[in-house]
């Protein structure tokens, strides 16, 4: 079913157009041949969250001239590639753990470290993901290493997860998501749903591995202690 709700510019250059649809739309761009202005497309949240329809809004603006598209490919590479890559150096940061204490990365200098960054406490894929770090949590020992938690959630939030689920490891609030921009995580689904991203820090701070899976929470404890036995 496709419901347009058209406007009446009050602009000879300005047009709009509302369209909704029952399942994610396609992005797409026209242009009129001989236009002087050029289409901007964006996707807006127009119903309740429990809707299946999604916005989308399709408006003119004029413009002398075409948008710039003098960007180097290297700009258009750090917009959708993680920003701490393999090979290199993590960047510290200190965070409020469950219990309120501020803990540095630097901490755990001298032994590897795998540091996962996942959307909230108490989410079904969340909780898959902590109680398998949990129950895995001897193999990480044994390898020598360190497992860190992060997500947006207050540490008050942090401790009350961590005791429900009985979580030996550390988990730190970053409130504000400044370190997961700083970090350069990717989020998923149009930008709404937090990237679930997990790092592989070796004993000198060097990042060795990236593994991004934000449906299949098992494979980052999979994927990072097959790492760990190489190292």
Same mark, same amino acid.
């Given at each position: ?15 709009? &157009?509302? /369209?909704?649809? =029952? $399942? ?17 497309? $964006?996707?807006?949240?127009?119903? =309740? $969250?429990?809707?299946? @329809?999604?916005?989308? !809004? +399709?408006?003119? %603006? ?9 960007? $180097? ?8 590639? %993680?920003? /701490? ?11 409020? #753990?469950? #219990?309120?204490?501020? /803990?540095?990365?630097?901490? @755990? ?10 959307? %909230? ?8 993901? *902590? ?23 207050? =540490?008050?939030?942090?401790? *009350?997860? %961590? ?5 030996? @490891? ?7 998501? !400044? ?9 998923? +689904?149009?930008?709404? +749903? ?12 060097? /990042? ?6 934000? @449906? ?10 097959? +790492?760990?036995?190489? &190292?």
């Amino acid at each position: 079913m496709l419901i347009l709700y058209p406007s009446a510019p009050s602009n000879p250059t300005m047009a709009s &157009l509302t /369209v909704l649809t =029952p $399942s994610p739309p396609t992005l797409f761009r026209t242009t009129t041949p001989n236009s002087p202005y050029y289409p901007t497309l $964006s996707i807006l949240r127009y119903a =309740p $969250s429990n809707s299946q @329809f999604c916005g989308l !809004k +399709l408006s003119h %603006a004029s413009s002398s001239s075409p948008p710039s598209t003098n960007r $180097s490919s290297s700009s258009i590479k750090r917009s959708i590639f %993680a920003k /701490v890559d393999k090979g290199s150096k993590a960047p510290s940061f200190t965070l409020k #753990d469950q #219990d309120g204490n501020s /803990v540095s990365l630097d901490k @755990f200098k001298g032994k590897p470290v795998v540091v996962y960054f996942y959307p %909230a406490d108490e989410s079904p894929s969340c909780t898959k993901e *902590a109680c398998a770090f949990r129950d895995s949590y001897e193999k990480f020992k044994k390898a020598g290493a360190e497992v860190v938690g992060i997500s947006s959630d207050n =540490p008050s939030s942090h401790k *009350a997860f %961590a005791k429900k689920y009985r979580l030996p @490891f550390t988990l730190l609030s970053d409130e504000g998501n !400044k370190v997961r921009k700083e970090w350069g995580i990717p989020s998923d +689904l149009f930008g709404t +749903l937090p990237g679930r991203q997990t790092y592989v820090i070796d004993k000198g701070g060097v /990042v060795q591995l990236v593994y991004n899976n934000q @449906f299949q929470p098992e494979k980052h404890i999979d994927e990072t202690l097959k +790492l760990l036995q190489t &190292l």
